[in-house]
């Protein structure tokens, strides 16, 4: 139990006694570093109901806690707070409940409960998964990893977008200027060798522009005509048409790129339970516009064209067919939800990890399924995030320029390794191990450089900054992780009894309290989908060990009982390290 589900019942039962009254909620926060004391209460919401001063009040609330509340030692009242100090038999007790719980935080799975699904990555089938698909992989996986451990069953998908004029475009350019490259006779990922033909095209369609437009054509008529973008159409028309030739191609070059996203996935350490594919699930949805005709949900235009008028609902009006009967990405992605409930029944709600330009996209999807009855709808969210930026600036695709997420994950670990070789920590290691450990360093760093990050912000990512050895960095959380485990291997004696006769000391009584808080961190994570709130709560757990650390000999005590506490209390803070970084995806070195 937490100190205020504690506190809260003997302070609501103090107030009765002492005032004759009663209050709906006891405010409580953390107490201040130049207090003593544990955990605050703020008074000044009771002076609603109990006429007197505020420090008065306090006093006699605190005198009764000490009285009556076991856990209670002593108090102290600054104005309208009352500072409250836990004895350290409460803190001892909850730690010796937990030390040996190897999934201490995370709360076992309700299989009465509904579960979540999760879609994150979700790339075209054109190019490779760069930089701005890290922050969207990085984040999806981390959000279902953490509402797993907040007790829920979780399902983690992606829908490939494996259709289309952009599809089209690398299959012309590969047909015209691949000469027969394949992956294998290159030596090239898939999707670098399909989005070399992207770039391809666009090259060629640029040239061919500029051709028209020498010939007299204005620019808008050299796009709409230039031969390689009406091969394209064709062949979209092609595929569409279910032409042997061209879906026998689609499918070679989408596989090409399907294994290469799946070393991508490897390397960066993330899974998916399923997988939708657009050229499936474009079709989905056209039967729930005919449903939704009927109910009087949408309206049909005079030339055929079905719309939901969403206005009085402070947003537009929204075409979900257009008038000769094709779907609309809205259609698609109504069917497609509607489509995974059907696959997964325990369903019961949606996070879509997708980028902030989609914002009003998702506001508008969201709100025609609960038009449409569905009560999951309700249990829908955005994943909004902002963009991913280097300090080189921007980048675009159809140019080649954007930052490859293969190039980024080596250039992060090759930075790992210079900062290390640098620093000149690695003695002893063999080529092996440092290969090893310069991936670890360099792909958390990468991983933890974003998610520290609220999901909302626009990042700009500097990779040196990130392999910094010092402050809110991961290199500097790994070196804490692995130092614990150098005093633990160092440890001579058995540290597996309780300690008896403990007098704690502050630094020892505050890292508990930093322990206490796991829990209800991954809680607020799950249900704010934010990372971050991880992130940053182990870099205060790192910075309050390494506190502890300076503080208190732990190896060199001349007290046994001491020193069995003390590595008792590091194993705890490195095991809730490594816990909160796998939910961020983030591995932990023995040694460093």
Not at 7 to 18: R, S
Not at 382 to 387: A, D, W
């Amino acid at each position: 139990m937490s100190l205020s589900s504690i506190l809260t019942p003997e302070i609501t039962n103090a107030i009765g006694v002492l005032f004759g009254t009663s209050i709906d909620k006891i405010e409580f926060q953390a107490t201040r570093r130049d207090f003593e004391g544990d955990i605050t209460m703020v008074i000044f919401p009771l002076l609603k109901q109990i006429k007197s001063n505020p420090v008065e009040i306090g006093n006699k609330i605190g005198r009764y806690l000490v009285d009556n509340v076991t856990e209670v030692s002593s108090f102290n009242v600054v104005s309208g707070f009352l500072n409250i100090v836990i004895s350290d038999k409460y803190y001892l007790d909850f730690f010796n409940g937990i030390k040996a719980d190897e999934k201490f935080g995370s709360v076992t799975i309700d299989v009465n409960e509904k579960a979540i699904m999760v879609e994150y990555s979700s790339p075209n089938t054109n190019k490779p998964l760069h930089l701005g698909h890290v922050r969207n992989v990085l984040l999806g996986y981390s959000v279902a990893e953490i509402i797993k451990a907040s007790g829920k069953k979780v399902y983690k998908t992606q829908i490939i977008n494996d259709r289309g004029i952009h599809i089209c475009k690398s299959m012309i350019a590969w047909e015209k200027f691949g000469n027969g490259e394949t992956p294998e006779s290159t030596g090239l990922k898939g999707d670098k060798l399909v989005g070399n033909a992207y770039v391809a095209f666009d090259k060629e369609y640029k040239k061919q522009i500029g051709e028209l437009v020498a010939e007299g054509k204005s620019e808008d008529e050299a796009k709409k005509s230039a031969p390689i973008m009406l091969e394209a159409q064709q062949m979209l028309l092609d595929w569409e048409a279910g032409k042997p030739d061209v879906i026998a191609l689609w499918k070679k070059m989408n596989q090409w790129v399907y294994d290469g996203f799946e070393q991508t996935y490897n390397t960066i350490g993330v899974n998916f339970d399923s997988y939708y594919y657009e050229s499936n699930t474009y079709l989905l949805g056209k039967e729930v516009v005919q449903f939704g005709l009927e109910k009087g949900i949408f309206e049909k235009d005079p030339d055929g064209s079905v719309w939901i008028d969403l206005t009085k609902d402070g947003l537009d009006r929204k075409i979900v067919l257009r008038s000769d009967g094709t779907a609309v990405y809205m259609t698609q992605d109504i069917g497609t939800a509607i489509q995974r409930v059907k696959d997964f029944p325990d369903v019961g709600g949606m996070v879509y990890t997708v980028g902030n330009e989609q914002d009003y996209h998702f506001k508008v999807l969201f709100l025609i399924l609960k038009k449409l009855g569905f009560d999951w709808a309700e249990s829908l969210f955005h994943l909004s995030y902002g963009m991913v930026d280097l300090p080189s600036g921007k980048m675009k695709s159809r140019e080649g320029t954007v930052v490859d997420a293969d190039d980024l994950m080596a250039e992060m670990t090759e930075t790992a390794q210079k900062i290390a070789e640098e620093l000149g920590k690695l003695d002893g290691y063999s080529d092996a191990e440092k290969a090893a450990l310069y991936k670890t360093i360099g792909l958390g760093a990468l991983k933890y450089y974003i998610l520290k990050v609220d999901p909302k912000k626009r990042i700009l990512f500097d990779p040196k900054e990130s392999v910094d050895f010092q402050g809110n960095t991961v290199p500097f959380i790994q070196y804490t992780y692995a130092r614990i485990q150098s005093i633990i291997r160092k440890a001579d004696f058995d540290f597996s009894t309780t300690a008896e006769n403990i007098v704690l000391h502050e630094k020892e009584k505050e890292l508990i309290k930093q322990i206490e808080l796991y829990p209800e961190i991954i809680q607020n994570a799950a249900q704010n989908h934010s990372p971050a709130l991880i992130a940053n709560y182990v870099y205060d757990l790192v910075k309050e060990y390494n506190s502890f650390y300076q503080a208190v000999p732990i190896l060199g005590s001349d007290k046994m009982n001491e020193k069995i506490f003390r590595v008792q209390l590091s194993k705890k803070v490195a095991d809730t390290i490594a816990s909160a970084f796998a939910l961020l995806g983030i591995q932990v070195p023995a040694r460093m």
